[in-house]
């Protein structure tokens, strides 16, 4: 006959053991959206800095422009780039973070003026680039933390 204290005892360790394997499932699933993302991120990366760097070429207005376009793109490219590179390295402090997509943004910006390919340094991009790329780290954050 077993005690109440004797299966309060089992059924803890049976939460405990649960906790254990959730925990370890979660550590696995994040490393293998690390490792997706780990592909991922160079083609896109090598992808963004051709498009960011290629020659410019005259706009045809079609249906779908609008005016401030070209920041809108900014944002979402960099909020894809965010999320990649975050993904890539869910390790990685803040701090280093935003240094390095901040410093590729500044780049693109600085070649695209000195290339004389067409292109413009704009600051605006840069704000842009920033923006995206914060909303794609807090995107990735709030993703993780709703389903891991």
Same mark, same amino acid.
């Given at each position: 006959?077993?005690?109440?204290?004797?299966?309060?005892?089992?059924?803890? @360790?049976?939460?405990?053991?649960?906790?254990?394997?959730?925990?370890?499932?979660?550590?696995?699933?994040?490393?293998?959206?690390?490792?997706?993302?780990?592909?991922?991120?160079?083609?896109?990366?090598?992808?963004?800095?051709?498009?960011?760097?290629?020659?410019?070429?005259?706009?045809?207005?079609?249906?779908?422009?609008?005016?401030?376009?070209?920041?809108?793109?900014?944002?979402?490219?960099?909020?894809?780039?965010?999320?990649?590179?975050?993904?890539?390295?869910?390790?990685?402090?803040?701090? =280093?973070?935003?240094?390095?997509?901040?410093?590729?943004?500044?780049?693109?910006?600085?070649?695209?003026?000195?290339?004389?390919?067409?292109?413009? @340094?704009?600051?605006?991009?840069?704000?842009?680039?920033?923006?995206?790329?914060?909303?794609? =780290?807090?995107?990735?954050?709030?993703?993780?933390?709703r389903y891991f």
């Amino acid at each position: 006959m077993e005690t109440v204290g004797s299966s309060n005892w089992k059924l803890l @360790m049976v939460q405990i053991s649960l906790s254990c394997f959730l925990q370890k499932n979660t550590r696995l699933s994040l490393d293998n959206i690390s490792k997706i993302f780990s592909k991922i991120l160079p083609i896109y990366w090598a992808f963004l800095t051709y498009m960011l760097l290629k020659p410019g070429e005259e706009n045809h207005e079609y249906w779908f422009m609008f005016n401030g376009i070209d920041k809108f793109l900014h944002v979402s490219i960099f909020a894809m780039l965010g999320f990649c590179f975050i993904s890539t390295f869910p390790k990685i402090k803040f701090l =280093y973070f935003f240094q390095i997509i901040l410093i590729y943004a500044f780049l693109t910006e600085i070649l695209q003026e000195e290339m004389k390919l067409g292109r413009s @340094m704009e600051t605006l991009d840069i704000v842009a680039d920033t923006i995206g790329c914060l909303m794609g =780290y807090y995107i990735y954050k709030a993703l993780i933390k709703r389903y891991f």
